[in-house]
C-alpha cells in the first residue's frame, strides 16, 4: 500500500516552532539549511550594509537579510530564503511589508555561497529567483573573492576582486568595489 506524505504550506513553515534550524520549503517539504558559518555572515552583512546605505540615500525601498521568506509559488507551496535582498520602494505592498513571508519576488537576490553549497543547489537557487522574477540576483563567492551577476541565464557577467560591482539594470548609480565585500 503506497503512503501518501503530507505536504507543508508556506503556512505551517510560519508557525513552526523556533529552533536552531533554519528551513525552505520546497514543493511542499521542509528542507533543513545547514548553519553557514562565520566567514558567510559576515560577507552577507557587507553585502547588506552597502545596498542599505545605498538605497536610504535614495529612498529607494527595503534591504531585507537573515534570510527572509519568499513565496515562489503554491500547491504545493516553494519559499526560499535569500541571504539578502532588495525590493524597490514603488513594488512594496500598499500596507508595508508583511510580518509573514514575502508573496513578491524581490528585484535583486543576494547568495553567498556557503561551504556546504553545491554548484548544482546553488545554480537551481539562481534559475528559480530569475523565473519568478527577480531582476538581478549576485552569487557571492568567498573562495574566489568574485560576485557572478545574472540578469538572465544569458546575462551573466564574473566581477572579481579588483573590479567594481554595479547594480543595473535595478540601479544605474550604484557601485561598490568587489574588494570591500570581503574586507
Not at 84 to 95: L, M, N, S, T
Request: charged share 25%.
Amino acid at each position: 500500500m503506497a503512503s501518501t506524505k503530507t505536504l507543508l504550506t508556506a503556512e505551517d513553515l510560519l508557525r513552526l516552532p523556533e529552533d536552531e534550524c533554519r528551513y525552505e520549503l520546497l514543493d511542499g517539504e521542509l528542507v533543513t539549511m545547514a548553519p553557514t558559518g562565520a566567514e558567510h555572515g559576515r560577507i552577507a552583512a557587507r553585502v547588506a550594509y552597502r545596498l542599505l546605505m545605498h538605497v536610504e540615500a535614495h529612498n529607494g525601498g527595503a534591504v531585507l537579510t537573515n534570510d527572509p521568506g519568499i513565496i515562489l509559488r503554491r500547491n504545493p507551496d516553494r519559499v526560499r530564503a535569500p541571504d539578502v535582498c532588495f525590493i524597490a520602494r514603488e513594488r512594496i505592498p500598499a500596507g508595508g511589508l508583511p510580518q509573514g513571508y514575502l508573496e513578491t519576488v524581490p528585484d535583486l537576490i543576494v547568495e553567498v555561497v556557503s561551504p556546504n553549497d553545491t554548484a548544482v543547489d546553488v545554480q537551481q537557487k539562481v534559475e528559480e529567483w530569475l523565473q519568478a522574477g527577480a531582476r538581478l540576483v549576485w552569487v557571492v563567492y568567498p573562495g574566489t573573492r568574485s560576485v557572478v551577476v545574472y540578469q538572465s541565464l544569458t546575462q551573466v557577467r564574473v566581477y572579481k576582486e579588483g573590479d567594481t560591482l554595479d547594480g543595473a539594470p535595478v540601479w544605474s548609480d550604484f557601485a561598490c568595489p568587489v574588494a570591500s565585500l570581503f574586507a
